[in-house]
């Protein structure tokens, strides 16, 4: 695929976990929610391959084990807190699983939104320099 096409699949991938997830919360059997979240699940690691690519394409080898840790670091940090305020929301009764299952997947749309206008206003973002030893790029 080229860089064009998977930032494509991004922004695709972005809204059809989101959709899954926020289907999730609205499953009325055990069967459904599984079939949901399994599909929310693999658009997710498409959106994740996708991106890991063009990091790895765009970002200059020098930089690249730190960009892919600030990366991890993030996506680390951000489950905490989502995990934390889940659960501290369950505990105390503020909302019931249903709705924040509901909130967290309309919640996942706002990176998508971010996303999509970002990838229909960019030109190629691979440049040349990024390309492997006798590869050109054009």
Do not use: K
Not at 67 to 85: E, N, Q, R
Not at 111 to 134: D, E, F, K, N, R
Request: proline share 6%; with cysteine; hydrophobic share 55%.
């Amino acid at each position: 695929d080229t860089p064009e096409a998977m930032l494509r699949t991004i922004s695709l991938a972005f809204g059809i976990s989101a959709s899954f997830h926020l289907a999730f919360a609205y499953m009325p059997t055990l069967w459904l929610a599984a079939a949901a979240l399994f599909l929310a699940t693999m658009a997710a690691n498409i959106l994740w391959v996708c991106s890991s690519t063009l990091l790895q394409l765009n970002v200059p080898d020098v930089y690249r084990g730190r960009v892919f840790a600030t990366d991890f670091a993030l996506f680390t940090v951000v489950m905490s807190v989502s995990t934390f305020v889940t659960g501290w929301s369950l505990d105390h009764s503020v909302a019931t699983p249903r709705t924040l299952a509901a909130i967290l997947g309309g919640l996942l749309f706002l990176p998508g939104l971010w996303w999509l206008p970002m990838t229909l206003c960019q030109p190629s973002t691979l440049s040349a320099s990024s390309a492997a030893p006798g590869e050109t790029h054009v």
